[in-house]
T-cell receptor, first 109, second 114 residues
Framework: DAKTTQPPSMDCAEGRAANLPCNHS???????VYWYRQIHSQGPQYIIH?????ETNEMASLIITEDRKSSTLILPHATLRDTAVYYC??????????WGAGTKLIIKP | NAGVTQTPKFQVLKTGQSMTLQCAQD?????MYWYRQDPGMGLRLIYY???????DKGEVPNGYNVSRLNKREFSLRLESAAPSQTSVYFC?????????????FGSGTRLTVV
């Protein structure tokens, strides 16, 4: 079973920041949190990952709470092309990704 | 750079037929993976190859076999296709299986078994 919980869907206005939450209350101390997205039916695209510090790259920022039980992916200036299903994933003990159903993010003009 | 290339993109099989899905990566990655995705669901791991010469079962290996032909290529074989194997199949690769590596995915093979 997936070790993360995400809302099934969210809306965001174009140009605004999109904040996608994820709960991972059973995460172990050495497990990373990964975010991927899947646009339409294409292959998933890696966005960002982190352990306990906040991370930022050219696509997004990842904020992880101090207790590591939840995180938020932030798309700072959402565009219509960011409409996708976003997956929050933690590694299982066999180092493989366990995927849930994700959050369908719809960016509205 | 092509990244991860999957062939074919679409396939229709009759129940009981066999076929092989091909995957190749040009990033010199050590690890490769096969996933399936059913409608409205996340991906499920079928098999993976941590490095050339090794393969291991994932979450849903029944009905499938794999071959890591060389460092670049990782194929998935359905010996006797069943309607329950109708799905979209994704191949992925990563530098290694460590927790800090991201995956690169192919564009998928849409398989229908009738």
């Amino acid at each position: 079973d997936a070790k993360t919980t995400q809302p099934p869907s969210m809306d965001c206005a174009e140009g605004r920041a999109a904040n996608l939450p994820c709960n991972h209350s059973t995460i172990s101390g050495n497990e990373y949190v990964y975010w991927y997205r899947q646009i339409h039916s294409q292959g998933p695209q890696y966005i960002i990952h982190g352990l306990k510090n906040n991370e930022t790259n050219e696509m997004a920022s990842l904020i992880i709470t101090e207790d590591r039980k939840s995180s938020t992916l932030i798309l700072p200036h959402a565009t219509l092309r960011d409409t996708a299903v976003y997956y929050c994933i933690v590694r299982d003990s066999n180092y493989q990704l366990i995927w849930g159903a994700g959050t369908k993010l719809i960016i509205k003009p | 750079n092509a990244g991860v290339t999957q062939t074919p993109k679409f396939q229709v099989l009759k129940t009981g037929q066999s076929m092989t899905l091909q995957c190749a990566q040009d990033m010199n990655h050590n690890s490769m993976y096969w996933y399936r995705q059913d409608p409205g669901m996340g991906l499920r791991l079928i098999y993976y190859s941590a490095s050339e010469g090794t393969t291991d079962k994932g979450e849903v290996p029944n009905g499938y076999n794999v071959s890591r032909l060389n460092k670049r290529e990782f194929s998935l074989r359905l010996e006797s296709a069943a309607p329950s194997q109708t799905s979209v199949y994704f191949c992925a690769s990563s530098e290694g299986t460590g927790r800090y590596y991201g995956y690169t995915f192919g564009s998928g093979t849409r398989l229908t078994v009738v």
